[in-house]
């Protein structure tokens, strides 16, 4: 189990312990908060040792580590404990891993996800079950949650950081949910309804990709066939552009290339689309689809461009100053906007490359930084780098160049994330 010290995780403990399940207990200490952040740790190793409970604790240096990998903190702090989560379930030989997410969090990954264009998936919030990790408490809003604890007694310790309006979910937590229930007080019940509904759509369009797929796709060795016919011409591109999304994502081909695909699907043969992995060549009767073999193209950024993308990889852009919206949980990496000279090129990288890795004041080859990080050999051919005239800024993904770190004399940033 999860357990934070705070209000959720403290009564999913309860419940858990109540029950007479055999459990143990992991406890993430970020050292985000100073004392506070040693206080909930020994808080909760207090609870374990009372119900004699198994008890695994670790420390993480989590602003270096954001730091080192070009992360946001609250995308380091993710990282780094289902990482260590996986390895503490290994040795306790756990069936599952609980975390204590709930309807009301549910209810905001949706809003957020709808703030920023999803599709059906998106708005089936947070799930029961992911692989090994289960949310138990998604029954039950915060409101409730509060209500058991007032009457059960279940004391947990406050995070400060959850009254700030510093990052989006909270935002939404506190601005946008809020205003929704003046509408419907019964907002969250209904939320859960819609994904109900929902998923049960899901599982339809499921089933009846595969049974599209018995029909018209056929599988030689790599390659993957699909056949043109298999698309209705009666019906508009919408129609068509999602179910070939769905038939291309596992294959890293975004919408916005699907919708291309369609409208080249009655014109001349021999036209090619790519992603990181694959290419797609749109042949006379059939779209055929094949590992990628070439290289892809250089992109290039132009100042103020909003979006990028190479094959299925997609940069978003933000310019903004200095200050707190440098926070949000979705910036992967923040720039100094004038240490870049536009246009920015993102290409893939390539033997002789070199860059000054962040918090060193030596250069290094990018295939000896690649090494280092323990990249694969396959994951390699996919690793991708932003230049500025000339000067790589950025190991996409990995880790920035010094020389391009925000300074404190630094004004005015740019915010990429990297999707």
């Known amino acids: 189990m999860a357990v934070s010290g705070g209000m959720d995780s403290m009564v999913m403990l309860h419940l858990f312990h109540q029950a007479g399940f055999s459990i143990a207990v992991a406890h993430c200490n970020f050292q985000l908060r100073g004392e506070e952040s040693d206080e909930d740790e020994i808080f909760v190793a207090a609870k374990c040792k009372k119900w004699g409970i198994p008890f695994h604790s670790i420390r993480f240096d989590t602003n270096n580590y954001a730091i080192q990998h070009g992360l946001s903190v609250q995308m380091a702090a993710r990282e780094l404990r289902y990482n260590w989560f996986h390895q503490v379930k290994e040795k306790e030989n756990a069936d599952w891993i609980a975390t204590a997410h709930h309807l009301s969090d549910s209810v905001e990954t949706v809003l957020l996800n709808l703030s920023r264009g999803t599709s059906l998936d998106g708005l089936l919030g947070i799930a029961e079950k992911n692989g090994f990790v289960i949310r138990p408490l998604l029954f039950a809003t915060h409101n409730e949650i509060t209500n058991y604890a007032a009457e059960t007694g279940v004391v947990w310790r406050e995070d400060r950081s959850n009254e700030t309006d510093d990052y989006q979910r909270n935002f939404v937590r506190h601005q946008i949910v809020p205003k929704l229930k003046q509408i419907n007080p019964a907002f969250e019940q209904s939320i859960a309804k819609m994904v109900e509904r929902l998923s049960g759509d899901g599982a339809i369009l499921t089933h009846a990709i595969e049974v599209w797929k ?23 591109d919408s129609y068509n552009s999602a179910l070939l999304w769905r038939l291309l994502r596992g294959f890293g081909f975004h919408f916005d290339q699907s919708k291309k695909i369609v409208q080249a699907l009655n014109g001349q043969s021999g036209k090619q689309f790519l992603s990181t992995s694959h290419q797609l060549v749109v042949d006379r009767e059939y779209l055929i689809l094949v590992p990628l073999s070439s290289e892809l193209a250089d992109v290039t950024i132009e100042e103020g461009q909003v979006n990028a ?73 996919a690793v991708s780098v932003l230049e500025s005239a000339g000067e790589i800024a950025w190991v996409v993904g990995y880790r920035i160049d010094d020389r391009f770190k925000v300074k404190p004399t630094t004004e005015h940033v740019l915010l990429i994330t990297l999707a």
Request: aromatic share 12%; no cysteine.
């Open 309 to 381: 993308y190479m094959g299925n990889r997609q940069l978003t852009f933000l310019s903004t100053t200095i200050g707190g919206s440098i926070n949000k949980e979705e910036a992967a990496i923040v720039l100094d906007i004038d240490s870049l000279r536009f246009p920015l090129t993102w290409r893939k990288w390539k033997a002789g490359d070199f860059f000054f890795p962040l918090g060193m004041t030596g250069r290094k080859k990018i295939s000896d930084f690649l090494v280092d990080q323990k990249v694969s050999l396959v994951d390699k051919g």
């Open 214 to 236: 018995k029909q018209f796709q056929k599988n030689e060795n790599d390659k993957v066939i699909l056949a043109k016919k298999g698309f209705e011409p009666s019906l508009d």
